[in-house]
């Protein structure tokens, strides 16, 4: 059997492609969800891929989860935390509970998934932690101070958990996307997305959600083995870092 892989966020949009193309690649795959129980059920169905509902801000959820994980498949060796939330808003209109939503599950989403998988992949002497950011970590978002802090967050932590694995085989990426064609992009009005958002991106288009989870499968491969601390910017162009 392939290596276990769980991806959180992983029954719609870039989190689906991802477990889709991570399954595609021979690994044993948990999709895990936070709401949707009629997409993950059909997601389920549809690829025959197990998926389980828990809340990545929960550390305990976390570690009882991937424990499960671990009990039917095996270890964990290839973590992609994907799982995110907006809750926009101006910062002088920003409430604590915004703030603290967006960080509970963008950022220390990341130390509660990475953390109980962690010991195992340092003593097994192979990992592979895979973090999706944003290009508005990387270059800041009006109405977006808590989204743009905790992904800013995601790209320091992977640095630096990246050179505390690095000689126990465990590399740990950033990918940051762009703008990606999910649903939640199909609600855009039409002259919003032509003159705000495609003629800022210099390919023209928008992302497809299969294009990072390509990104993905490279980076949990052996071939990536000596790429870490690294930030995939998967944009179009459109914020060069």
């Known amino acids: 059997m392939g290596r276990v892989a769980v991806v959180t966020g992983g029954t719609r949009g870039i989190g689906a492609a991802i477990a889709k193309a991570l399954k595609g690649a021979g690994y044993q795959v948990v999709a895990g969800y936070a709401g949707n129980d ?31 994980i ?29 703030w603290q939503a967006v960080m509970g599950t963008n950022l220390n989403g990341l130390f509660n998934m990475t953390r109980p998988v962690w010991d195992g992949m340092r003593a097994r ?16 978002q009006m109405g977006q101070a808590n989204y743009s802090a905790a992904k800013a967050g995601d790209i320091g932590f992977s640095k630096a958990l990246a050179l505390e694995g690095a000689k126990k085989g465990i590399t740990v990426n950033t990918i940051c996307p762009g703008y ?17 958002i495609l003629a800022h991106i210099p390919v023209g288009r928008l992302g497809e959600p299969e294009e990072i989870a390509r990104c993905v499968v490279f980076l949990a491969s052996d071939d990536a083995g000596f790429i870490t601390g690294s930030t995939i910017t998967a944009n179009g162009g459109q914020y060069l870092a």
Not at 71 to 88: Q, S
Not at 126 to 138: D, E, Y
Not at 180 to 196: L, R, Y
């Open 70 to 98: 671990e009990k039917d498949l095996g270890p964990v060796e290839v973590l992609v935390n994907n799982a995110g939330i907006t809750r926009d808003a101006m910062f002088h209109k920003m409430t604590l509970e915004q």
């Open 125 to 140: 002497g192979f990992g592979r932690i895979i973090n999706i950011s944003s290009i508005n970590g990387q270059k800041g």
């Open 180 to 196: 990606i064609n999910t649903d939640m992009m199909a609600t855009i009005p039409e002259e919003v997305m032509q003159k705000q």
């Open 38 to 68: 009629a997409a993950a059920e059909a997601f389920s169905q549809a690829n025959n891929i197990p998926v389980r509902k828990w809340d990545v801000s929960s550390f305990e959820e976390c570690s009882a989860h991937l424990a499960a």
